[in-house]
């Protein structure tokens, strides 16, 4: 497939996921001789976004957890969530974000390690993290009591713009005190 055409399907399927597409998802849609190989599609991707940036439209694709959407700019959100009702954001309370925050730098972790960083019982706030969709039990720990282990999810990538763990800003660039050990 030309390099102008599968631009055009990488965007036509963009355009019409109702949800973040990972690169093979995208690649399974095609037909098997015209099934491009995972660089022409990282390729057609980084076009399109060079592309979007340099005519300075209200929209860009996101990557989020190595899976992409459009997204609207933020200079341009506060119509389109007006439109879409969306203006009432469902906010973190300061213990919920202070919880998630240990979660996101200690993943995985237990429930035992992050009351021991925060000095209180976190039983109700893990509980609405994941009621949240933000954190999920990964699993269990392999020491005595095989206590769950919690890590961040894709929604949490997507609630806060990362497209890896590593966008999460550095202990360093955080204010003091704001994260303990």
Known sequence: MEKENLKKHIEALLFSATQLISVQEMRSVFN?????????????????????????????????????????????????KKLLGLNKRDKLTRPALETLAIVAYRQPVIKAEIESIRGVAVDGLLRKLIEKGLVRIAGRSGEYGRAFLYETTEKFMDHFGLKDLNDLPKRKELNPGSINK
Do not use: H, M, T
């Open 32 to 80: 098997e001789d015209d099934k491009p190989n995972v660089q022409e599609i990282k390729d057609a991707i980084n076009y399109l976004k060079a592309e979007y940036d340099e005519k300075s439209n209200s929209f860009q694709i996101l990557e989020i957890a190595n899976k992409f959407r459009f997204c609207i700019k933020p200079d341009f959100a506060g119509p389109v």
